[in-house]
């Protein structure tokens, strides 16, 4: 009777393992995804990606793949990184790359399947004319590179605030902060800062907030302080050793433009947005995408000069100090 039971036993099991066996799909490719671009340099960057899926087959290869065309694979690509097997997520370190270059950049998995890609990335190597500079901002550190200008000066690649260098005249990514004319780097840039009516009576006004001027003076501070931002140990948003650019400067490079308007400013070496700016009234932001005001150390009677950008046009323009606009620095000689 055991015997019996026992012959049974086998025969089901047998039956259930070729019914799972037998009835086992073919693999599918990979489901994956690709990590952001990180630490990006002049030559190399920092990525990955998340293989989520192996689509019933093992994962005998990972990486990235990159190229300066969309859609790089394996086959067509500038280069590419091998980072092991299996699923989760994995890191990848990306060398070789030129100065100044914009890549695109895929997560690749291979299976007995074939070949899957996630997602694209894409990033702009940094320019280094005069070096990459490193330093805090906002808390953080931040590395930005350099990029030449007119009469070989050397600046930023980027507004203090943009996270990028500019893809597009209206890269949101790359529009940065909007400072007051004159104020220190204490948080009132930032586009998602409150607003208040009561004017500071020194240079530091002690909070964060946008400060409004609907009526005369039409500046966040009073009495007005001219000598805001004109270096000799003074007010300095920019890194040690660069400075906010006098009008000369700006107008030097705008001059220099293949056209007057904001397509002629995002093809300049300067590559700079239409970043809009902050109304000195209500603190209300205006024409972002379609705009951008630049301060330049130049005052202008109660006022502070400017370079505007438009669809139509460019020019040096002077605004009350109240507004909130970009800022580009440039190395100081």
């Known amino acids: ?13 047998a039956f259930i393992l070729f019914f799972f066996t037998g009835c086992k799909k073919d693999p599918s490719l990979p489901v994956l995804s690709t990590h952001a671009v990180t630490e990006i340099t002049s030559s190399s960057a920092k990525s990955g990606g998340n ?13 990235v793949v990159w190229g300066e065309s969309e ?17 989760g997520e994995f890191a990848s370190v990306i060398t070789g790359l030129t100065e100044g270059t914009l890549y695109y950049m895929r997560a690749y998995a291979i299976n007995s399947a074939g070949m899957a890609y996630g997602n694209q990335a894409e990033f702009r190597t940094l320019n280094a004319f005069c070096g990459i500079v490193t330093f805090i901002y906002g808390g953080e550190e931040v590395v930005f590179g350099t990029v030449e200008g007119q009469n070989g ?3 930023l690649d980027r507004n ?20 007051q004319w004159g104020r220190m780097n204490d948080g009132h840039q930032y586009r998602t800062t409150g607003t208040t009516s009561t004017l500071s009576n020194s240079d530091n006004p002690g909070h964060s907030n946008f400060i409004i001027s609907p009526e005369s003076p039409w500046d966040w501070r009073v009495p007005k302080n001219d000598n805001l931002w004109q270096g000799n140990g003074g007010i300095n948003v920019c890194p040690v050793g660069w400075r906010v650019p006098t009008e000369e400067e700006l107008e030097n490079e705008l001059l220099s433009w293949s056209s007057e308007d904001y397509s002629g400013a995002f093809e300049s070496p300067l590559k700079i947005t239409a970043a809009g700016y902050r109304g000195y009234y209500e603190g209300v932001f205006y024409l972002v995408g379609m705009r951008g005001h630049y301060w330049t150390t130049t005052v202008s009677g109660s006022n502070a000069r400017y370079l505007r950008i438009t669809s139509e046009n460019a020019q040096m323009a002077e605004s009350f100090r109240a507004s909130g606009a970009s800022v580009r620095c440039i190395k100081d000689n």
């Open 1 to 13: 009777m055991k015997k019996e039971n026992s012959y049974y036993l086998i025969v089901s099991l």
């Open 71 to 87: 859609n790089p694979t394996i086959e067509d690509n500038y280069g590419m990184t091998g980072d092991g097997s299996g699923t």
């Open 51 to 63: 293989i989520t899926d192996d689509g019933g087959g093992n994962i005998i290869s990972r990486g």
């Open 160 to 179: 203090l605030g943009a996270s990028r260098v500019a893809t597009a005249y209206n890269d949101d990514e790359a529009y940065g902060d909007l400072f």
């Open 153 to 155: 000066t050397c600046w």
